[in-house]
């Protein structure tokens, strides 16, 4: 097969022509001009299923994202377009009941939360479009609630903290998507940084800023194109296993508030106590987290091969202790790290399907796509694609 067809199925976003493009759209619905925002998606480098026990991450923004255009229409309604799904929706702001499973639920869930804090949110038009792979694992939900809390909040002038911002993107997910997630994919969206990765802290929700300098290598996403459908259900299932976990373990461990408060030291007590079923899954939540430390601190030291090393390490603990990996994801990442240009290969986000993050030596990418296409096709019927990443900056007013 020529390298040339491989060449990333998506192309690099064109942050200007996306923008453009929707303010057109705008303007044909609703003929005026919009205010715009954008917020991006996110990677994550290591640090997976941590956050919900207040421990460490290691995420960054990319430069695909979503963008928002909205405008005052002086009506108790909002009107919505989605460019994605080419569909137009509207709710009344006095009677807002997001449905699960629909996109617009994303906007009712952000202004409930909003309304609820004291905002007096208006009707507004609105039109959504975007160039994150849906599916993909970059988050295009977080992307999305954060793009419209900021353009809400840029709108009315209410001058809401980004942080807020964040909390109520992840309060949205939990109620009206029904998904007990962390904190990291919308703060990633809200606080990201141009070539930098968050080390951040998810017990007091503040981060330290890294710089991402590869060198030679570049961070290059596989995506699997599967999505399991239990994957919402399994992700809530194990972060009750965790909280379990740690009603068992608080007797002997009377300070500890979450599995972050625990360190490789303690594990050989942590096994004495939690049943079979568990302790694997809090091991995974106590070595995760001191990956992550050790993964920042080779990162700041240039130390490439130490830091592909803890990508592998993170994969083998989320497949065989965590158990959120999947056939396709175990098999992208195994044949990634048998390539000697490819540094690191793990799974990225909640698991159960989505993307791989590779660290791949940048004169490889061809081969790299070639020999991955290839394997994968042989041995699961689809192709998967390949998502070149930049390091961007987080949400905005454009
Ligand atoms: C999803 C969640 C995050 C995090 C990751 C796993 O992306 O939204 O909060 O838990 O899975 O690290």
């Known amino acids: 097969m020529s390298n040339d067809k491989l060449l990333t199925t998506y192309p690099s976003p064109l942050t200007s022509s996306m923008q453009s493009q929707l303010s057109k759209t705008f303007q044909s619905y609703f003929a005026t001009t919009p205010l715009v925002a954008f917020a991006p ?9 941590t956050d919900y026990q207040e421990g460490f991450v290691f995420p960054a923004a990319v430069s695909q994202g979503i963008w928002v255009g909205i405008q005052k229409n002086g009506l108790t309604v909002c009107r919505l377009y989605s460019m994605d799904f080419a569909q137009e929706f509207s709710f009344e702001l006095d009677f807002i009941s997001p449905k699960n499973g629909h996109w617009a639920t994303y ?3 952000m202004c409930a939360l909003m309304k609820q804090s004291g905002y007096e949110v208006a009707g507004f038009d609105m039109v959504i479009g975007g160039n994150i792979p849906v599916g993909s694992g970059l988050s295009s939900s977080a992307a999305l609630s954060v793009a419209i809390g900021t353009a809400i909040s840029g709108l009315f002038d209410f001058e809401i903290p980004k942080k807020n911002i964040v909390l109520y993107a992840q309060k949205s997910e939990h109620l009206y998507a029904g998904v007990k997630c962390g904190i990291m994919d919308p703060y990633a969206s809200a606080f990201g940084a141009e070539g930098k990765a968050l080390l951040l802290d998810c017990r007091n929700n503040t981060h330290v800023e890294i710089p991402v300098d590869l060198g030679d290598f570049s961070l290059l996403l596989v995506n699997s194109k599967v999505k399991h459908s ?4 399994a992700y809530n299932k194990r972060r009750e296993a965790c909280e379990e976990s740690v009603r068992h373990l608080q007797a002997e461990f009377p300070e500890m508030l979450t599995l972050r408060d625990l360190t490789i030291s303690d594990l050989e007590k942590v096994e004495k106590i939690l049943p079979t079923t568990l302790f694997p899954k809090a091991k995974h939540v106590i070595t995760e987290c001191a990956r992550v430390h ?11 091969k130490s830091f592909g090393k803890l990508l592998n390490a993170s994969h083998q603990s989320l497949s065989q202790d965590f158990e959120v990996s999947c056939p396709e994801l175990d098999f992208l990442a195994e044949k990634a790290q048998s390539l000697g240009y490819v540094l690191g290969s793990r799974m990225m ?6 993307c791989t993050i590779n660290l791949v030596r940048k004169t490889e990418y061809h081969d790299f796509q070639s020999i991955l296409s290839d394997a994968y096709s042989r041995q699961f019927a689809k192709s998967p694609d390949f998502i070149p990443v930049a390091i961007g900056d987080g949400a905005r007013l454009v």
């Open 41 to 49: 998606g996110r990677i994550n480098l290591i640090g997976e299923h």
């Open 107 to 109: 906007v009712m869930g």
């Open 230 to 233: 239990l994957a919402d259900s």
């Open 294 to 304: 050790e993964a920042a601190a080779a990162l700041q030291s240039g130390d490439l």
């Open 349 to 354: 986000g909640g698991g159960f399907g989505g």
